[in-house]
Nanobody, 121 residues
Framework: QVQLVESVGGLVQPGGSLRLSCAAS????????MGWFRQAPGKEREFVAV????????YYADSVRGRFTISRDNTKNTVYLQMNSLKPEDTAVYYC??????????????WGQGTQVTVSS
C-alpha cells in the first residue's frame, strides 16, 4: 500500500502564497505520477496539477497555470505545490493523489486526507 500525507494548509490573503507538500510512504516503487486535486464547497473535485516521476511531464489546469508550480523530490518521496497570486476562488480542500500510470485522475488508487486552503482578507 501507499500512504500520502499532506502538509497543513492555511488561511492566506488574496495575492499571497502558500506551499503544500505531500509525502508518500509504503510501496513507493508503485508510484509514477503524483498530483493535486481540489474540491470547493458545493463543487466537484477538480484536477489542479500533475508531475511524472522523472520530474518532467508537468501539466496544469487552466485556472492555475502561471500561478501554481508543481515539483517533486524523489529522494524524499514528496511532491510540492507552490501556489502564488492566490485568489478567493482557490479556496478549497486540496488533495494529493498518486498513480502507477503516467497521470492522475479521480480514479487514482492513492489519495491523501486533504488539507484546507482558504484565501480571504
Amino acid at each position: 500500500q501507499v500512504q500520502l500525507v499532506e502538509s497543513v494548509g492555511g488561511l492566506v490573503q488574496p495575492g499571497g502564497s502558500l506551499r503544500l507538500s505531500c509525502a508518500a510512504s509504503g510501496i513507493i516503487f508503485r508510484i509514477n505520477a503524483m498530483g493535486w486535486f481540489r474540491q470547493a464547497p458545493g463543487k466537484e473535485r477538480e484536477f489542479v496539477a500533475v508531475i511524472r516521476k522523472s520530474g518532467t511531464g508537468t501539466y496544469y489546469a487552466d485556472s492555475v497555470r502561471g500561478r501554481f508550480t508543481i515539483s517533486r523530490d524523489n529522494t524524499k518521496n514528496t511532491v510540492y505545490l507552490q501556489m502564488n497570486s492566490l485568489k478567493p476562488e482557490d479556496t478549497a480542500v486540496y488533495y494529493c493523489a498518486a498513480d502507477a500510470g503516467l497521470g492522475v485522475s479521480l480514479g487514482s488508487d492513492y489519495w491523501g486526507q486533504g488539507t484546507q486552503v482558504t484565501v480571504s482578507s
